[in-house]
Protein backbone atom coordinates (compact mmCIF):
# COMPACT_ATOMS: atom_id res chain seq x y z
CA UNK A 1 0.00 0.00 0.00
CA UNK A 2 1.38 3.78 -0.68
CA UNK A 3 1.74 5.83 1.63
CA UNK A 4 -0.65 8.89 1.44
CA UNK A 5 1.52 11.75 -0.58
CA UNK A 6 1.86 15.30 1.41
CA UNK A 7 -0.80 18.10 0.44
CA UNK A 8 1.13 21.24 -0.23
CA UNK A 9 0.14 24.44 -1.93
CA UNK A 10 3.15 26.51 -3.53
CA UNK A 11 3.26 29.88 -2.16
CA UNK A 12 5.38 33.03 -3.03
CA UNK A 13 5.22 33.15 -6.92
CA UNK A 14 1.58 33.63 -9.15
CA UNK A 15 4.17 31.37 -11.82
CA UNK A 16 4.61 27.95 -12.26
CA UNK A 17 7.83 26.00 -11.28
CA UNK A 18 9.23 22.86 -12.50
CA UNK A 19 12.32 20.79 -11.66
CA UNK A 20 14.31 17.86 -10.95
CA UNK A 21 15.25 16.43 -7.93
CA UNK A 22 17.89 14.24 -7.15
CA UNK A 23 17.39 11.80 -3.87
CA UNK A 24 21.14 10.86 -2.99
CA UNK A 25 22.36 8.93 -0.09
CA UNK A 26 24.02 5.78 1.04
CA UNK A 27 22.47 2.62 0.62
CA UNK A 28 19.78 1.69 3.03
CA UNK A 29 19.01 5.00 4.40
CA UNK A 30 15.23 5.73 3.33
CA UNK A 31 15.59 7.51 -0.31
CA UNK A 32 12.91 4.97 -2.11
CA UNK A 33 10.79 5.23 1.19
CA UNK A 34 11.13 8.70 1.02
CA UNK A 35 10.79 8.79 -3.09
CA UNK A 36 7.09 6.84 -2.31
CA UNK A 37 6.14 8.99 0.37
CA UNK A 38 6.56 12.31 -1.34
CA UNK A 39 4.81 11.19 -4.84
CA UNK A 40 1.90 9.04 -2.87
CA UNK A 41 2.33 6.03 -4.60
CA UNK A 42 5.07 2.94 -4.47
CA UNK A 43 7.38 3.59 -7.65
CA UNK A 44 10.43 1.85 -5.74
CA UNK A 45 11.08 -1.20 -4.21
CA UNK A 46 11.38 -0.92 -0.27
CA UNK A 47 13.52 -3.62 1.88
CA UNK A 48 15.78 -3.23 5.05
CA UNK A 49 18.36 -4.27 2.87
CA UNK A 50 20.73 -2.18 1.12
CA UNK A 51 21.57 -1.33 -2.62
CA UNK A 52 18.16 -2.87 -3.63
CA UNK A 53 17.33 0.28 -6.01
CA UNK A 54 19.91 -0.77 -8.93
CA UNK A 55 19.09 2.59 -11.49
CA UNK A 56 17.48 5.84 -11.84
CA UNK A 57 13.62 5.78 -10.85
CA UNK A 58 11.28 9.31 -11.68
CA UNK A 59 8.72 10.26 -9.63
CA UNK A 60 6.72 13.03 -10.77
CA UNK A 61 4.52 14.88 -8.19
CA UNK A 62 2.25 17.25 -9.43
CA UNK A 63 1.01 20.51 -7.20
CA UNK A 64 -1.06 23.51 -7.44
CA UNK A 65 1.81 25.57 -9.40
CA UNK A 66 4.54 23.11 -9.52
CA UNK A 67 5.72 19.89 -10.92
CA UNK A 68 8.34 18.19 -8.58
CA UNK A 69 10.08 15.46 -10.65
CA UNK A 70 11.82 13.03 -7.97
CA UNK A 71 14.67 10.89 -9.22
CA UNK A 72 15.72 8.13 -6.47
CA UNK A 73 19.31 7.26 -7.50
CA UNK A 74 20.78 3.86 -5.91
CA UNK A 75 22.99 4.22 -2.88
CA UNK A 76 26.51 5.65 -3.50
CA UNK A 77 28.47 3.05 -2.48
CA UNK A 78 32.48 1.51 -2.86
CA UNK A 79 31.29 -0.42 -6.38
CA UNK A 80 32.84 -3.94 -7.23
CA UNK A 81 32.18 -5.10 -10.51
CA UNK A 82 30.44 -3.57 -13.79
CA UNK A 83 27.00 -3.41 -12.15
CA UNK A 84 28.14 -2.20 -9.06
CA UNK A 85 30.21 0.53 -10.99
CA UNK A 86 27.01 1.06 -13.52
CA UNK A 87 24.70 1.63 -10.07
CA UNK A 88 27.46 4.57 -8.82
CA UNK A 89 27.75 5.68 -12.30
CA UNK A 90 24.48 6.28 -12.64
CA UNK A 91 24.35 8.47 -9.39
CA UNK A 92 26.64 11.20 -10.48
CA UNK A 93 25.17 11.63 -13.94
CA UNK A 94 21.70 12.38 -12.16
CA UNK A 95 23.67 15.05 -10.46
CA UNK A 96 24.12 16.40 -13.61
CA UNK A 97 20.86 16.54 -14.64
CA UNK A 98 18.89 18.42 -11.87
CA UNK A 99 17.93 21.51 -10.33
CA UNK A 100 18.11 20.61 -6.65
CA UNK A 101 19.66 18.05 -4.46
CA UNK A 102 18.11 16.32 -1.27
CA UNK A 103 21.27 14.66 0.29
CA UNK A 104 19.22 11.71 2.69
CA UNK A 105 20.79 10.72 5.63
CA UNK A 106 19.96 8.95 8.83
CA UNK A 107 18.78 11.47 12.08
CA UNK A 108 20.48 8.58 14.28
CA UNK A 109 23.99 8.93 13.34
CA UNK A 110 26.77 10.40 15.34
CA UNK A 111 27.52 14.11 14.58
CA UNK A 112 30.95 13.73 14.20
CA UNK A 113 31.17 10.70 11.92
CA UNK A 114 29.27 12.81 8.95
CA UNK A 115 29.74 11.21 5.38
CA UNK A 116 32.67 12.37 3.81
CA UNK A 117 31.98 10.24 0.60
CA UNK A 118 28.43 12.30 0.58
CA UNK A 119 29.88 15.71 1.19
CA UNK A 120 32.62 14.81 -1.52
CA UNK A 121 29.79 14.08 -4.05
CA UNK A 122 28.21 17.33 -3.80
CA UNK A 123 31.16 19.00 -4.20
CA UNK A 124 30.47 19.99 -7.80
CA UNK A 125 26.83 20.48 -7.89
CA UNK A 126 26.19 23.97 -7.84
CA UNK A 127 22.33 24.02 -7.49
CA UNK A 128 20.49 24.17 -4.20
CA UNK A 129 21.04 20.98 -1.50
CA UNK A 130 18.62 20.19 1.38
CA UNK A 131 20.03 18.14 3.79
CA UNK A 132 16.81 15.33 5.17
CA UNK A 133 17.76 14.08 8.06
CA UNK A 134 15.67 10.57 7.39
CA UNK A 135 14.58 8.54 10.93
CA UNK A 136 13.90 11.75 12.94
CA UNK A 137 11.06 9.72 14.49
CA UNK A 138 13.63 7.18 16.37
CA UNK A 139 15.46 9.80 17.69
CA UNK A 140 14.65 10.56 21.72
CA UNK A 141 14.27 13.45 23.07
CA UNK A 142 14.21 15.61 19.59
CA UNK A 143 16.73 17.68 21.09
CA UNK A 144 19.12 15.22 20.12
CA UNK A 145 18.77 16.14 16.35
CA UNK A 146 20.46 19.96 17.44
CA UNK A 147 23.76 18.67 17.28
CA UNK A 148 23.15 16.87 13.76
CA UNK A 149 21.29 19.83 12.49
CA UNK A 150 24.45 22.03 13.32
CA UNK A 151 27.34 19.36 12.40
CA UNK A 152 25.44 19.27 8.56
CA UNK A 153 25.35 22.95 9.01
CA UNK A 154 28.75 23.70 9.31
CA UNK A 155 29.99 20.81 7.35
CA UNK A 156 28.46 22.05 3.71
CA UNK A 157 26.28 25.50 3.21
CA UNK A 158 22.80 23.08 2.69
CA UNK A 159 20.05 25.93 1.96
CA UNK A 160 18.01 24.04 4.55
CA UNK A 161 17.97 21.12 7.14
CA UNK A 162 15.33 19.20 7.66
CA UNK A 163 14.36 16.28 9.96
CA UNK A 164 12.01 14.02 8.23
CA UNK A 165 10.68 10.71 8.80
CA UNK A 166 9.69 9.16 5.35
CA UNK A 167 8.45 5.94 6.84
CA UNK A 168 5.20 8.30 9.23
CA UNK A 169 5.33 11.33 7.29
CA UNK A 170 7.13 13.22 9.48
CA UNK A 171 8.13 17.33 7.79
CA UNK A 172 7.53 15.43 4.58
CA UNK A 173 5.30 17.91 3.80
CA UNK A 174 7.28 20.99 4.89
CA UNK A 175 9.97 19.24 2.89
CA UNK A 176 7.92 19.29 -0.49
CA UNK A 177 6.81 22.87 0.61
CA UNK A 178 10.42 23.97 0.56
CA UNK A 179 11.43 22.08 -2.88
CA UNK A 180 8.78 23.70 -4.61
CA UNK A 181 9.75 27.17 -3.60
CA UNK A 182 13.05 27.22 -5.00
CA UNK A 183 12.09 24.99 -8.24
CA UNK A 184 13.30 27.66 -11.25
CA UNK A 185 10.09 29.48 -13.38
CA UNK A 186 9.65 26.65 -15.81
CA UNK A 187 6.01 24.94 -17.35
CA UNK A 188 6.13 21.26 -16.55
CA UNK A 189 7.97 19.00 -18.37
CA UNK A 190 5.08 16.03 -17.70
CA UNK A 191 1.28 15.88 -18.47
CA UNK A 192 -0.57 16.67 -15.02
CA UNK A 193 -1.57 13.12 -14.58
CA UNK A 194 1.61 11.61 -15.42
CA UNK A 195 3.63 9.73 -12.44
CA UNK A 196 6.80 8.65 -13.67
CA UNK A 197 8.85 8.35 -17.03
CA UNK A 198 9.38 4.49 -16.82
CA UNK A 199 7.36 2.23 -18.61
CA UNK A 200 4.81 -0.46 -17.04
CA UNK A 201 6.91 -3.40 -17.23
CA UNK A 202 9.35 -1.17 -15.13
CA UNK A 203 7.62 -1.71 -12.18
CA UNK A 204 6.34 -5.23 -13.33
CA UNK A 205 9.99 -6.41 -13.00
CA UNK A 206 10.71 -4.06 -9.76
CA UNK A 207 7.61 -5.55 -7.91
CA UNK A 208 8.70 -8.93 -9.02
CA UNK A 209 12.01 -8.29 -7.67
CA UNK A 210 10.61 -6.64 -4.57
CA UNK A 211 9.15 -10.14 -3.21
CA UNK A 212 12.21 -12.03 -4.51
CA UNK A 213 13.48 -10.07 -1.37
CA UNK A 214 11.05 -10.26 0.52
CA UNK A 215 11.49 -14.34 0.44
CA UNK A 216 14.46 -15.43 -0.47
CA UNK A 217 18.53 -14.55 1.67
CA UNK A 218 21.36 -14.38 1.72
CA UNK A 219 23.03 -13.38 -2.21
CA UNK A 220 20.03 -14.72 -3.88
CA UNK A 221 18.38 -11.47 -4.12
CA UNK A 222 21.25 -10.06 -5.19
CA UNK A 223 21.75 -12.35 -7.74
CA UNK A 224 18.79 -12.14 -9.39
CA UNK A 225 17.64 -9.87 -12.57
CA UNK A 226 13.75 -9.48 -13.83
CA UNK A 227 13.11 -9.09 -17.38
CA UNK A 228 9.67 -8.64 -18.73
CA UNK A 229 9.02 -10.80 -22.15
CA UNK A 230 5.10 -9.78 -22.70
CA UNK A 231 2.68 -7.43 -21.34
CA UNK A 232 -0.65 -7.61 -22.87
CA UNK A 233 -4.38 -6.72 -22.18
CA UNK A 234 -6.85 -9.42 -22.93
CA UNK A 235 -10.51 -9.16 -23.14
CA UNK A 236 -11.73 -12.83 -23.13
CA UNK A 237 -11.36 -13.23 -20.09
CA UNK A 238 -10.60 -9.46 -19.37
CA UNK A 239 -7.34 -9.38 -17.64
CA UNK A 240 -3.51 -8.45 -18.21
CA UNK A 241 -1.24 -10.95 -19.26
CA UNK A 242 2.34 -10.79 -17.86
CA UNK A 243 5.12 -12.76 -18.73
CA UNK A 244 8.76 -12.26 -17.23
CA UNK A 245 12.01 -13.66 -16.66
CA UNK A 246 13.89 -14.34 -13.50
CA UNK A 247 17.41 -14.33 -14.35
CA UNK A 248 20.16 -16.31 -11.89
CA UNK A 249 23.50 -16.60 -12.23
CA UNK A 250 23.84 -19.91 -10.90
CA UNK A 251 21.51 -23.71 -10.50
CA UNK A 252 21.43 -23.66 -7.13
CA UNK A 253 19.78 -19.71 -6.79
CA UNK A 254 17.53 -21.23 -9.78
CA UNK A 255 16.82 -23.77 -7.14
CA UNK A 256 15.63 -22.14 -4.36
CA UNK A 257 13.74 -19.55 -6.21
CA UNK A 258 11.88 -22.48 -7.74
CA UNK A 259 11.75 -24.37 -4.37
CA UNK A 260 10.17 -27.64 -3.01
CA UNK A 261 7.40 -28.49 -5.65
CA UNK A 262 7.64 -24.79 -7.09
CA UNK A 263 6.32 -23.62 -3.90
CA UNK A 264 8.65 -20.64 -3.93
CA UNK A 265 7.85 -19.27 -7.41
CA UNK A 266 4.20 -19.53 -6.81
CA UNK A 267 4.87 -17.51 -3.27
CA UNK A 268 6.86 -14.84 -5.20
CA UNK A 269 4.46 -15.11 -8.23
CA UNK A 270 0.80 -14.91 -5.60
CA UNK A 271 2.61 -11.67 -3.88
CA UNK A 272 3.72 -9.72 -7.02
CA UNK A 273 0.16 -10.26 -8.83
CA UNK A 274 -1.98 -9.20 -6.01
CA UNK A 275 0.24 -5.94 -6.17
CA UNK A 276 -0.03 -5.45 -9.46
CA UNK A 277 -3.34 -5.87 -9.55
CA UNK A 278 -3.91 -3.26 -7.04
CA UNK A 279 -1.60 -1.46 -9.18
CA UNK A 280 -3.00 -1.57 -12.47
CA UNK A 281 -6.96 -2.27 -11.21
CA UNK A 282 -7.66 -5.20 -13.27
CA UNK A 283 -6.70 -9.01 -13.00
CA UNK A 284 -3.44 -10.16 -13.40
CA UNK A 285 -2.22 -13.53 -14.91
CA UNK A 286 1.27 -13.80 -13.98
CA UNK A 287 3.90 -16.30 -15.70
CA UNK A 288 7.45 -16.52 -14.28
CA UNK A 289 9.97 -18.57 -15.27
CA UNK A 290 13.42 -19.06 -13.99
CA UNK A 291 16.80 -19.20 -16.16
CA UNK A 292 20.28 -19.43 -15.73
CA UNK A 293 23.13 -16.58 -16.94
CA UNK A 294 26.23 -17.08 -15.16
CA UNK A 295 27.66 -14.36 -13.61
CA UNK A 296 25.41 -11.82 -15.47
CA UNK A 297 26.50 -9.16 -12.80
CA UNK A 298 30.11 -9.15 -14.39
CA UNK A 299 28.75 -9.61 -18.01
CA UNK A 300 28.56 -5.98 -19.76
CA UNK A 301 26.48 -7.65 -22.64
CA UNK A 302 23.97 -9.38 -20.25
CA UNK A 303 23.65 -6.08 -18.30
CA UNK A 304 22.59 -4.55 -21.45
CA UNK A 305 20.40 -7.08 -22.60
CA UNK A 306 19.17 -7.22 -19.19
CA UNK A 307 18.23 -3.53 -19.46
CA UNK A 308 20.61 -1.88 -16.67
CA UNK A 309 22.15 0.27 -19.26
CA UNK A 310 18.73 2.09 -20.26
CA UNK A 311 19.08 4.62 -17.60
CA UNK A 312 22.75 4.86 -17.20
Not at 46 to 71: C, D
Request: net charge positive; aromatic share 8%.
Amino acid sequence: MAPPSPDVEVSGSSRFRAGFVCLLGRPNVGKSTLLNRLVGEKLAIVSARPQTTRTRITGIKNLPGAQVVFVDTPGLHEPTGPLGRLMVKTVHRSLDEVDLVCLVAPATENPSEIDEVLLKALAAFRGPVFCCLNKADLVRPKTRLLPTIAAYQHRFPFREVVPISAADGTNCSRLLELIAAVLPEHPPYFPPDALTDQPETFFVAETIREKIFRFTRAEVPYACAVRVEELTERREPERLYIRASIFVEHASQRGILIGRGGAMLKKIGSAARGELEAFFGIPVYLDLRVEVRRNWRRDERALRELGFMFTS
